[in-house]
Nanobody, 125 residues
Framework: QVQLVDSGGGLVQAGGSLRLSCAVS????????MGWFRQAPGKEREFVAR????????DYTYSVKGRFTISRDNDENTVNLQMNSLKPDDTAVYYC??????????????????WGQGTQVTVSS
């Protein structure tokens, strides 16, 4: 089992920054990849970013490329999402996720087995 705890959300003005963290515990040796997803009110949960647990192969959805960075802090076993130049469209509940197997469609929810509880990000205009 893998446990994930999201944190770092909040209210920020457009153009501002936030850093989300996902504390990872349990059987971390079983993790293949980590991802961040988000869900806005009335919308489906969507892929934001992902990385291999080893730190390789980062990928981002088009709308956040150049603004968001996913990274791993090995010492603290956390996966972070640095979000810069935030826009009102980035408002959503953000979830970290962990997958144990390779999936070519890493942007799909099915590629991830474990989920955090979510953290709210609100960007005001």
């Amino acid at each position: 089992q893998v446990q994930l705890v999201d944190s770092g959300g909040g209210l920020v003005q457009a153009g501002g920054s936030l850093r989300l963290s996902c504390a990872v515990s349990g059987r971390t040796d079983s993790i293949y990849a980590m991802g961040w997803f988000r869900q806005a009110p009335g919308k489906e949960r969507e892929f934001v970013a992902r990385m291999r647990w080893s730190g390789a192969n980062t990928d981002y959805t088009y709308s956040v490329k150049g603004r968001f960075t996913i990274s791993r802090d090995n010492d603290e076993n956390t996966v972070n999402l640095q979000m810069n130049s935030l826009k009102p469209d980035d408002t959503a509940v953000y979830y970290c996720a962990a997958g144990e197997s390779y999936y070519f469609d890493y942007w799909n929810l099915r590629a991830y087995k474990y989920w955090g509880q979510g953290t709210q990000v609100t960007v005001s205009s």
